[in-house]
Nanobody
Framework: QVQLVESGGGLVQAGGSLRLSCTASGFTFSRYPMGWFRQASGKEREFVAAISMNSGRTYYADSVKGRFTISRDNAKNSVNLQMNSLNPEDTAVYYC????????????????WGQGTQVTVSS
């Protein structure tokens, strides 16, 4: 079955950096667009970033553009999120997600989620 396992979360001071990783299994990773979402306490889950199958295209929420970078390593079945210049508004549980369709085109429809990893940014 599809499994997505996130890691790399933690506590960081404002202005700092974190790198999240997601390891996938149970499907042909290289055929699916992948994404990252986040959910802050008391708020709805929101899109953060997405990447196409071959890393040719990336997409970002306006709130993270220029600070976060999504990447993937199809040989390792992993997708990563490098987060720089973090601020307290980035505090949330971050989720890795898989697109519903192999070789899908935007707009993506994510329907598989990991368990999430907590990111806390202190001021």
């Amino acid at each position: 079955q599809v499994q997505l396992v996130e890691s790399g979360g933690g506590l960081v001071q404002a202005g700092g950096s974190l790198r999240l990783s997601c390891t996938a299994s149970g499907f042909t990773f290289s055929r699916y667009p992948m994404g990252w979402f986040r959910q802050a306490s008391g708020k709805e889950r929101e899109f953060v970033a997405a990447i196409s199958m071959n890393s040719g295209r990336t997409y970002y929420a306006d709130s993270v553009k220029g600070r976060f970078t999504i990447s993937r390593d199809n040989a390792k079945n992993s997708v990563n999120l490098q987060m720089n210049s973090l601020n307290p508004e980035d505090t949330a549980v971050y989720y890795c997600a898989r697109n519903s369709e192999a070789m899908g085109l935007p707009p993506y429809q994510f329907n598989y989620w990991g368990q999430g990893t907590q990111v806390t940014v202190s001021s």
